[in-house]
C-alpha cells in the first residue's frame, strides 16, 4: 500500500484551486491518520494467526472504523456547506471508502478467524446430523442441531427415533388389525354364503318332498275315490240286481193243481 492513500483532482469536478483547497484541508487529517495506520497493519497482517493478532486485527480495525466514520461525518458537514462542491467531496468519501474498506474486510477476517471457523464446524456439524436424522421424518426447520451440545443431540437423536418407531409399530399393528378385520369380514361372508346355500339346498329338497307327498296324496285321493266310486257303482248293480230277483220273486207263483211254480207273468201268457 502507498503513502498516497488518496489523490483527488479538483479540475475534475469543476472547481477553483483556493476551494479545493479549503475542501481538502477539511480531509487532510483523517488521510494523516489513515498513513499513521497503514504501518499499523502492514506489520499485522503478515503475522501467523492466533487469538492475539485477532485482538490486534479487532482493534486496528476499530480505529479505521473510526477514520472512516469521522471522514464520513466531515463529508456530511462539507458537503452542507460547499454546495458547489458536492461531487468533489463525494470523491474523498469514496475514495477513502476505496482505500479503508479493503483493509477493514481483510482485518475482519482475521478478527473472526475463529469463530468463522467454529461457524463453518457447526454448519458441518449440522449438516452430518439433519442426514442422521432424514430417515426418522423429523421436521427440524426450526431447530438448530447444529448448535446443539453432544449430551443434548444423543437425546434429541433417541427421542425422535423412538417417536418414529413408535409410529411405525402403531402403524403396523393397525395395518395388521385392518387385514385381520378383512379376513374375518370375508370368512364371516364365505361362511354366511354357505350357510345361505345349505339353507337354499335344504329348502329345495323340502320343497321337493312336499311336492313329491303332495303327489302322492293327490294319487292316494284319486285311488280312493276311485274306490268308492268303483263300491258305489257295485253296491248300486248289486242293488238293482237285488231289486230285480225281489221282484222276480214276487212275481213267481205256484200253481194250486200241480204245485208247479212259475212266474206270473208266465201264467198270463199261457
Known sequence: MTTDVVKINAKDYGLEETKAR????VFVPMMDKMKELENE?????VKEVCPEVC??????????VKVRTATAAIHKEAKAFYLAGGRFVDGWKNAQLYASQGIENKLKAIEEHYENIEKERKLKLKKERLAKIAPFEMDCEHVDLGE??????????????ATFEAKKEAERKAEEERIAAEKAEAERIEKQRIENERLKKEAAEREAQIKTELEKAARERKRMENKVKAEKQKAEAEQKEKERLAKKLKDIVECPKCGHKFNHTEKEAS
Open 41 to 45: 497493519y502492514n506489520q499485522l497482517v
Open 22 to 25: 479549503e475542501i481538502e484541508s
Open 148 to 161: 446443539m451440545t453432544e449430551d443434548v443431540w444423543q437425546n434429541f437423536f433417541a427421542g425422535a427415533k
Open 55 to 64: 485482538q490486534e486485527a479487532k482493534a486496528l480495525r476499530t480505529k479505521y
